[in-house]
């Protein structure tokens, strides 16, 4: 899948967001750790939502993939 990153210099630090993922955000001192911190923080969003999501279904679920 692919994500798009928002990202910014503020004075010295890198900031950046991950769009359309709620709680997806980061703050590093250089443009390369943010990149490193947001993938890290998106991949643990995205596992703790699907977890969660699996936990509240049970059994007996369907998976389909959509495209938009």
């Known amino acids: 899948m692919n994500y798009t990153a928002i990202l910014k210099q503020e004075g010295e630090w890198w900031i950046g967001w991950v769009q359309n993922v709620p709680g997806v955000n ?3 001192r250089t ?3 943010l990149l490193e911190s947001i993938e ?3 991949h643990e969003a995205l596992d703790f939502h699907r977890q969660e999501i699996l936990d509240l ?3 007996g679920y369907e ?3 959509i495209t938009v």
Do not use: A, F, K, M
Request: with cysteine; glycine share 6%; hydrophobic share 25%.
């Open 57 to 59: 279904v049970g059994n």
């Open 63 to 65: 998976e389909l993939v």
């Open 31 to 33: 443009r390369e750790e």
């Open 40 to 42: 890290e923080t998106l």
């Open 26 to 28: 980061c703050q590093e």
